[in-house]
């Protein structure tokens, strides 16, 4: 059965960080995309930060470039979301979630619908 496990997420002060884990098992990570989305309270589920299946091209939305970096470990068969720099409005569940790779990175980080495959999702809350 194909899974994903986030961890990694917990409660931290303003200006702190994180590291999110997202461990794949039941499929091997390389051939997806690899999606970090996050929903808080009373907000449509966004797109965060992506990665691809093929040459590890990146993308990120607005908001966190620069603060946040996803990477791959082929070997653990797990991404990574590093998460620096946190602000209050980074609350939220985070979630990561695999796709077939169909189109550019940066299409499918930006809509929910490409991804298919989700795990249960980790809280993170930003707060003093």
């Known amino acids: 059965q194909l899974q994903l496990v986030e961890s990694g997420g917990g409660s931290v002060q303003p200006g702190g960080s994180l590291r999110l884990s997202c461990a794949a098992s039941g499929f091997t990570l390389e051939h997806y995309v690899i999606g970090w989305f996050r929903q808080a309270p009373g907000k449509e589920r966004e797109g965060v930060s992506c990665?691809?299946?093929?040459?590890?091209?990146?993308y990120s939305t607005d908001s966190v470039k620069g603060r946040f970096t996803i990477s791959r470990d082929n070997a653990k068969n797990t991404v990574y979301l590093q998460m620096n720099s946190l602000k209050p409005e980074d609350t939220a569940v985070y979630y990561c979630?695999?796709?077939?790779?169909?189109?550019?990175?940066?299409?499918?980080?930006?809509?929910?619908?490409?991804?298919?495959?989700w795990g249960q999702g980790t809280q993170v809350t930003v707060s003093l």
């Open positions: 990665i691809s299946s093929s040459d590890g091209t990146t």
């Open positions: 979630a695999a796709a077939l790779h169909v189109t550019t990175v940066q299409t499918m980080c930006r809509s929910s619908q490409w991804f298919d495959y």
